[in-house]
Nanobody
Framework: QVQLVESGGGLVQAGDSLRLSCVVS????????MGWFRQAPGKEREFVAAISWIGGNRIYADSVKGRFTISRDTAKNMVYLEMNSLKPEDTAVYYCAGRSPTRSEYEYWGQGTQVTVSS
């Protein structure tokens, strides 16, 4: 079992930066895929970014490419999402998620952290 706890959300202005953190606990994450998703009011949850625990290969949604950076600290069991040049359309609840290499769907989810970007 894997537990995920996000933090770092808040209210910022357009153009500001914010860093989200996700503490990972419960088991060794060798070869896991860790991701960030978000869900805006009235919309479906959408993929933001993902990183492989081993190797650090990253992928991003087109909407955040060049503005957001996902990273992980394997020594601290942390996953981060650095968000720059924030836009009002980035407003959402952001979720940290993880999946084992044998799964195609993310199986572990955090409780979410609210990010609100004012114009």
């Amino acid at each position: 079992q894997v537990q995920l706890v996000e933090s770092g959300g808040g209210l910022v202005q357009a153009g500001d930066s914010l860093r989200l953190s996700c503490v990972v606990s419960g088991r060794t994450l060798s070869n896991y895929r860790m991701g960030w998703f978000r869900q805006a009011p009235g919309k479906e949850r959408e993929f933001v970014a993902a990183i492989s625990w081993i190797g650090g290969n990253r992928i991003y949604a087109d909407s955040v490419k060049g503005r957001f950076t996902i990273s992980r600290d394997t020594a601290k069991n942390m996953v981060y999402l650095e968000m720059n040049s924030l836009k009002p359309e980035d407003t959402a609840v952001y979720y940290c998620a993880g999946r084992s290499p044998t799964r195609s769907e993310y199986e572990y989810w955090g409780q979410g952290t609210q990010v609100t970007v004012s114009s």
